[in-house]
């Protein structure tokens, strides 16, 4: 098995980073209580900036390369923290769940810190295990309703 430095070289700490954070953006309440309390013990932590809630404009595009437009308006939680070791995490999601977005902040700061990344990867994974499933299951349920075009030929007279 590959050291934390060898998996998380300097070419993939950002994306695996960013995959932490969609993670932590779509986990459940209850699975980020799971995972601080596997985390524990945690460090102290301070707030950046106070946990607060927002609204973000939503973009879209016609047939996903038309010209841009703003579809509208949707609620987001966002916190800044950083841990007395200087790391510094972020938290973000939909809602207005400021404590998630909080405890997300506090992950990603734990995610950060080398000696405890394993730790958190493998807090993650029952999520990340969830969103595959649940992703499975919509992709079957819109695969049901999937209807093949074909063109017919007519023939001659």
Not at 13 to 39: C, I, N, S, Y
Not at 61 to 76: I, W, Y
Not at 121 to 148: H, I, Q, W
Request: charged residues 30%; proline residues 4%.
């Amino acid at each position: 098995m590959p050291q934390n430095s060898e998996k998380y070289s300097s070419d993939n700490v950002m994306p695996a980073r960013k995959a932490a954070l969609a993670t932590l953006a779509r986990a459940r309440r209850d699975e980020l209580d799971v995972m601080l309390g596997q985390l524990s013990p945690l460090p102290a932590a301070r707030d950046l900036r106070p946990a607060e809630v927002g609204l973000v404009m939503l973009r879209g595009r016609m047939g996903g390369d038309g010209a841009p437009f703003n579809l509208g308006e949707a609620t987001v939680s966002r916190a800044a923290i950083r841990l007395d070791g200087g790391a510094t995490g972020f938290g973000y999601r939909l809602g207005r769940d400021i404590a998630a977005a909080r405890q997300g902040a506090l992950i990603d700061a734990l995610w950060q810190d080398e000696d405890r990344r394993a730790a958190v990867e493998a807090a993650l994974a029952p999520v990340r295990a969830r969103l595959a499933t649940e992703a499975g299951e919509a992709r079957a349920e819109t695969a049901a309703t999937k209807v093949d075009f074909f063109t017919l030929v007519r023939g001659e007279d």
